[in-house]
């Protein structure tokens, strides 16, 4: 009971590091897929006296991905009941013209800002609607969301590793009189500390599986497919291989270092 104590007081810590990780590295996902989907959704709507010509436009602008006019014959349908031939010919021609503006990537609300005014700047535009307000509350949204999960992963690194640093310190405590056995019998340092890299090793492996388990069945459940859909997101499943491997040699590299630090202190302080 007491050798399963002590595992869960290093595995517990690597748990939480992990999955703050892993949540962060999801969430990363999240938000870049949501901004494709913001590109391909988000349009601009320029208002020209004469017709525009993308390729003319694409050459001092290089942000616009694509352009496409909005017909106005939606709106001369509806009145040709009411006007005659004539006037809805009249009409027709005194229009603007009406395109929708996609973008190449996802800009940042300085960069959307720029993008307006160069385009307000060309003589046969007349107006530039962006729906600023809408779209800086979402990118800011997007923002936030992203710098908030990699400061949390940040500071659940940073409690794991204390954690974990005072669990070696106890495997020491209770390892001291085997290693000063040891150390009589003239043993080398690594051989000393064999056995607490071994259950770092262990103890690795076990909370890898545990979030790689985790991250690979959870998006596959039905309630949260669903309610991802609901709210026009998706969740991405974990690569048990590749973002497996990336996982288990943080957690290596977290526990092998709080070992090695703890023992480098025992080693200075037997001198």
Known sequence: MKSLKNHFSVIFPLLV????????RSLEVVVSDYESRMINEYSILVIAKNELDIH????????????????????????????????????????????TLKL???????ERAAFEAKLSKIKTIERVETFAKTYNQIYQLLSIAKILAYIF?????????????????IWVLEHQERMEIMT??????????????????????????????FFWLVPTQDWVLNAANNIGLTIPSIEPIYEGGILLGISLASALICVSMVMLKVKRETK
């Not at 992963?153 to 310190?169: D, E, S, W």
């Open 153 to 169: 992963t940040f500071l659940v690194g940073i409690i794991a590793l204390l954690l974990m640093l005072k669990q070696m310190r």
């Open 184 to 213: 009589l019998f003239g043993a080398p340092f690594w051989m000393k500390s064999a056995v607490l890299y071994r259950l770092a090793i262990v103890d690795s492996l076990v909370a890898t599986i545990f979030v790689v388990g």
């Open 104 to 110: 190449s990537y996802f800009p940042s609300d300085k």
């Open 17 to 24: 590091l992990l999955f703050a990780f892993q949540f962060a």
């Open 56 to 99: 003319e436009l694409q050459k001092s602008h290089k942000e616009i991905a694509s352009m496409e006019e909005v017909s106005s014959r939606v709106i001369l349908d509806k009145l040709k009941d009411d006007i005659s031939t004539q006037n809805l010919s009249l009409l027709q021609s005194a229009l603007p013209k009406f395109y």
